[in-house]
């Protein structure tokens, strides 16, 4: 965990300015809703659209000149890929993404604008990233994986030394979890600063990988289901270095409804007049559900993407 924090410290510094520091607004509607003060991290405000774009950035600086030269690759069902795309471009690195047949049209529009290689994989997401590892085995390209790297994970972790900055006396702060790289780096961060800060880990019901992971002490097959949090949703690599950090640094754990993700994200619309993704309608939607449990204290909720079709972004809340 030392080890850890120092590369987060190291992170805090070199992604900058090509990511910014987003914003920690109070929200007055939710605050008088939920009877606590509500922050929202504005990581939707990122210039990729997702929290992702730091943990890309900060791997990519890592890379010596050679490797760079030879390029990256990655595979991604949307946000992952569209921040390795802009990382890459920034540095000067090509980019090369792996992604499966169904990734939203949206995203692949979106990885393709910002200037990428863009390879589609008949077949699921885990195809997609078998196929990017031989890519990189066989190209000699570094392999930028979504959350199962240090830097990547270190990267995300910037997340929560601007949180302590931005409000050091948070009382909790609450985080969908899907691979565990946002929530095992920003934990991190939060209890190497302020320990007594609560980290809440917040999961659709439709997949809930790695806490099932959590429950057994050991990475599980989970089956899953369609869900709006499609940003959290996959399984969790065998040996992932981020499970061990999850075991650390999660205090609480929360299960929401697909109802519950779509009535949060409407919430949110209707309070900030933002439009954000599922995944971020989780973190509130936790919140929502153990609302009366910190009444009167202060707490964040990391809004962790945008990057959501309109289409289905309206369907979702209309049926809210």
Not at 274 to 301: F, M, N, P
Request: charged content about 20%; overall charge negative.
């Amino acid at each position: 965990m030392t080890e850890l924090f120092d590369r987060i410290m190291a992170a805090h510094r070199a992604i900058r300015p090509q990511v910014p520091v987003t914003p920690l607004e109070r929200s007055a509607v939710l605050s008088a809703e939920l009877g606590c003060e509500v922050l929202l991290k504005a990581e939707h405000l990122q210039p990729s659209g997702a929290f992702k774009l730091r943990g890309a950035t900060n791997k990519i600086s890592t890379l010596s000149e050679a490797e760079r030269r030879r390029g990256v690759t990655t595979a991604s069902t949307g946000n992952h890929g569209m921040a390795v795309a802009r990382a890459g471009v920034l540095a000067g690195t090509a980019v090369r993404v792996h992604v499966a047949a169904g990734t939203a049209r949206t995203k692949t529009d979106a990885i393709l604008a910002l200037g990428a290689e863009l390879v589609v994989i008949d077949g699921p997401p885990i195809e997609a990233e078998a196929s990017a590892r031989r890519d990189a085995a066989a190209s000699g390209r570094t392999y930028v994986p979504p959350y199962n790297d240090p830097d990547v994970m270190a990267g995300q972790g910037t997340v929560g030394v601007e949180l302590m900055e931005q409000a050091p006396d948070l009382d909790a702060v609450f985080i969908a979890v899907g691979g565990g790289g946002l929530i095992g780096g920003t934990g991190t961060a939060i209890k190497r600063i302020r320990p007594q800060t609560r980290v809440v880990g917040v999961w659709a019901e439709n997949s809930p990988v790695m806490l099932r992971a959590l429950e057994a002490g050991a990475i599980v097959d989970v089956e899953e289901s369609e869900t709006l949090s499609d940003g959290t949703a996959g399984a969790v690599e065998a040996g992932s270095i981020t499970f061990p950090v999850c075991q650390s640094v999660i205090d609480e754990r929360v299960l929401v409804s697909e109802a519950e993700i779509a009535r949060a994200m409407r919430r949110i619309a209707e309070a900030e007049h933002w439009i954000v993704e599922g995944a971020a309608g989780v973190a509130l939607a936790g919140l929502v559900r153990q609302a009366e449990a910190w009444r009167g204290r202060k707490v964040a909720v990391v809004l962790c993407g945008r990057n959501i079709a309109l289409d289905t972004f309206l369907q979702a809340i209309s049926a809210a």
